[in-house]
């Protein structure tokens, strides 16, 4: 569904300014492209072109359970973005050590996991969430 929404609020208005399909189509493509790109596995170190758009280990910044990686490189395609808004993080030839949300315990597998956003949190005693701490 974010898919969904996310490509109606950018399609949605250039289409209505007049673009034409065929460019719509494009951009709904290196969107596609790129979302693939910047989750991938790939540990090519990319010079120059990591300040110019964004590349794996940029991306997997934001993802990153660390703390210097909590609210970091939110730029979808150009990081210069992240630069101008102080939220660039890119250390060099340094990738995350892990994924995820920190101090919550996630379930293993597929199944749980996409079923745990709808699930209700057990409660402590005293009202707070049961949270599984990890260190991060």
Known sequence: METVLLRAFTTIPMYAM???ESPLYLYIFFVFLMSKFV????RFHFGWLQ???ATPRFHHWHHGVEK???NVNYAVHFPIIDRIFGTYHLLHNRWPIGYGVCDESVPSGFIKQFLYPFSRKKSKPDGGATVESRDC
């Open 18 to 20: 007049g673009f034409a």
């Open 39 to 42: 989750h991938s596995n790939i």
């Open 51 to 53: 300040y110019v758009i």
């Open 68 to 70: 210097e990686a909590i």
